[in-house]
């Protein structure tokens, strides 16, 4: 489905079995913001929780490359020009997340609801040779003390976060 025109996608799910083979069909090369949310209320998932809900897609984001027989190959990645990015109740590895992330070179903005692991990629990925997002800002919801603590190892990595309420912002990319 070819959608040149769309700027944002709002993707909420319940299950991902078949969401990387969807969105192999799908060509936005002009989305910019995408957010995406498990909305299933049968499965609360707490801030702490280490399980997985996403990592398919995840891997699809940032690879362009699917294993589901239903999907459809790709020479390209899926959302080139992607600069903001939410993220509700997404759970994947951090290695997945590391993965994903480094995708998203032109990434300016990143809300994280309720999504662990996220943080600790992007530290992971501070020493790495991994293109890294040029993140201008990080939202974090709610800011529990292992975030806290990400953030500040960030902050010592050279990001800049001023803490404002119950999230934290980066003034410069890190």
């Known amino acids: 489905m070819s959608l040149p025109m769309l700027e944002e996608l709002h993707l909420g799910y319940i299950k991902t079995d078949s969401l990387d083979a969807l969105f192999s069909r799908l ?3 002009n989305l910019v913001t995408l957010f995406i949310e498990d909305v299933n209320p049968a499965v609360p998932r707490s801030p702490y929780e280490t399980g997985t809900n996403a990592e398919h897609l995840l891997n ?3 690879t362009g490359f699917s294993q589901h027989p239903a999907a459809v190959s790709r020479t390209s990645m899926p959302f080139p020009k992607l600069q903001r990015l939410s993220l509700n109740r997404v759970h ?7 993965l994903f992330m480094s995708a998203f070179s032109k990434l300016h903005h990143l809300l994280l609801l309720r999504t ?8 992971l ?4 040779t991994m293109p890294r997002p ?3 800002s990080i939202l974090v919801c709610p800011v529990i003390q292992p975030e806290v603590l990400k953030l500040k190892q960030l902050e010592n990595v050279g990001a800049v976060f001023v803490k404002m309420g119950v999230k934290w912002a980066a ?3 890190y």
């Not at 994947?92 to 590391?98: P, Q, T, W």
């Not at 662990?116 to 530290?123: E, K, M, Q, R, T």
Request: with cysteine; proline share 6%; charged share 15%.
């Open 27 to 29: 060509d936005a090369p």
């Open 60 to 62: 699809y984001c940032a």
């Open 92 to 98: 994947a590895s951090v290695i997945e997340f590391g």
């Open 116 to 123: 662990p692991n996220v943080l600790a990629a992007l530290l």
């Open 125 to 128: 990925d501070v020493d790495a």
């Open 134 to 136: 040029a993140l201008t």
């Open 171 to 173: 003034s410069r990319g």
